[in-house]
C-alpha cells in the first residue's frame, strides 16, 4: 500500500536540476506490515501489490483454492506466475504437468504423422503408442502399457507405431500382429 510520495532534488549533468519522488510503501503482507521506502519508478508504484522483501512476496496469501473440496491457500505473488489459475500450489502444478504432457503428446503424433498406420484414422483422440515389436514392459499390478513420453520415442522411434484404438486392439487380440480383415467379404445369399 503506498502511504505518501515526497519531492526531492538532484542534479542530472552539469547544471539541471530535476525533482524526483521518494514513495514510503506499507508492506501487503498481513503478516509483516513494514514500512519501507524506495526512490521512484514508475513501475513501483503502478504495481497493485508491494511487498518489502522477496520471502514476503512468496509468502502473502492471495486467495483461497478455487476448487470445491480444496481450502488450502494461494501463496506467493500472483504477478510472478506465468498462468493464473486461481488454484492451490499443488493442484496449480499437476495442472501445468497436464498442460505439459498433452503438448508432449501433441508434438509426439506429429512426429508420428498424425494417423493411424494400419487403417489411417486421423482423429487424434483415438490415438495410442504401440510397441512394434510389442516388447512393453507390463510389471505392476495393472495390465496397462507404460506411458510412452516424448523423450522414449525421441530415443528410440523405431519401437513405436502410431495406432488407433480398435486397430491397437485388435493387434492385441490377434497375437500382436496387425489385424485388417478385408473390406469386401461375401455374404452367402439366402435362398
Same mark, same amino acid.
Given at each position: 500500500?503506498i502511504?505518501?510520495? =515526497? %519531492?526531492?532534488?538532484?542534479?542530472?549533468?552539469?547544471?539541471?536540476? #530535476?525533482?524526483?519522488?521518494?514513495?514510503?510503501?506499507?508492506c501487503?503482507?498481513?503478516?509483516?506490515?513494514?514500512?519501507?521506502?524506495r526512490?521512484?519508478?514508475?513501475?513501483?508504484?503502478?504495481?497493485?501489490?508491494?511487498?518489502?522483501?522477496?520471502?514476503?512476496?512468496?509468502?502473502?496469501?492471495?486467495?483461497?483454492?478455487?476448487?470445491?473440496?480444496?481450502?488450502?491457500?494461494?501463496?506467493?505473488?500472483?504477478?510472478?506466475?506465468?498462468?493464473?489459475?486461481g #488454484?492451490?500450489?499443488?493442484?496449480h502444478k499437476a495442472?501445468?504437468? *497436464?498442460?505439459?504432457?498433452?503438448?508432449?503428446? $501433441?508434438?509426439? @503424433?506429429?512426429?508420428?504423422?498424425?494417423?493411424?498406420?494400419n487403417?489411417?484414422? *486421423?482423429?487424434?483422440?483415438?490415438?495410442?503408442i504401440?510397441?512394434?515389436?510389442?516388447?512393453?514392459d507390463?510389471?505392476?499390478?495393472?495390465?496397462?502399457? %507404460?506411458?510412452?513420453q516424448?523423450?522414449?520415442?525421441?530415443k528410440?522411434? =523405431?519401437r513405436?507405431? #502410431?495406432l488407433?484404438?480398435n486397430?491397437?486392439?485388435?493387434?492385441?487380440?490377434n497375437?500382436? *500382429?496387425?489385424?485388417? %480383415?478385408? *473390406? @469386401?467379404? !461375401? !455374404?452367402? $445369399? %439366402?435362398?
Open positions: 500500500m502511504l505518501e510520495r =515526497e %519531492p526531492y532534488e538532484y542534479k542530472c549533468g552539469k547544471n539541471n536540476v #530535476l525533482i524526483g519522488y521518494k514513495w514510503t510503501f506499507q501487503d503482507n498481513h503478516a509483516c506490515k513494514k514500512v519501507f521506502s526512490p521512484a519508478n514508475k513501475a513501483r508504484h503502478e504495481r497493485a501489490n508491494h511487498y518489502c522483501c522477496h520471502p514476503c512476496s512468496a509468502s502473502a496469501v492471495q486467495g483461497v483454492c478455487k476448487l470445491e473440496d480444496c481450502d488450502e491457500p494461494i501463496r506467493g505473488n500472483g504477478n510472478v506466475r506465468k498462468l493464473d489459475s #488454484l492451490c500450489r499443488k493442484h495442472l501445468v504437468r *497436464k498442460l505439459r504432457v498433452a503438448r508432449g503428446r $501433441k508434438e509426439m @503424433f506429429e512426429m508420428m504423422g498424425n494417423q493411424c498406420v487403417c489411417g484414422e *486421423k482423429d487424434s483422440m483415438f490415438f495410442q504401440d510397441h512394434i515389436e510389442n516388447d512393453a507390463y510389471s505392476g499390478d495393472g495390465n496397462n502399457a %507404460p506411458s510412452i516424448i523423450w522414449h520415442y525421441l528410440e522411434p =523405431e513405436y507405431q #502410431l488407433c484404438a486397430c491397437n486392439y485388435a493387434k492385441r487380440m497375437g500382436g *500382429k496387425l489385424y485388417a %480383415p478385408s *473390406k @469386401f467379404t !461375401r !455374404r452367402k $445369399k %439366402p435362398k
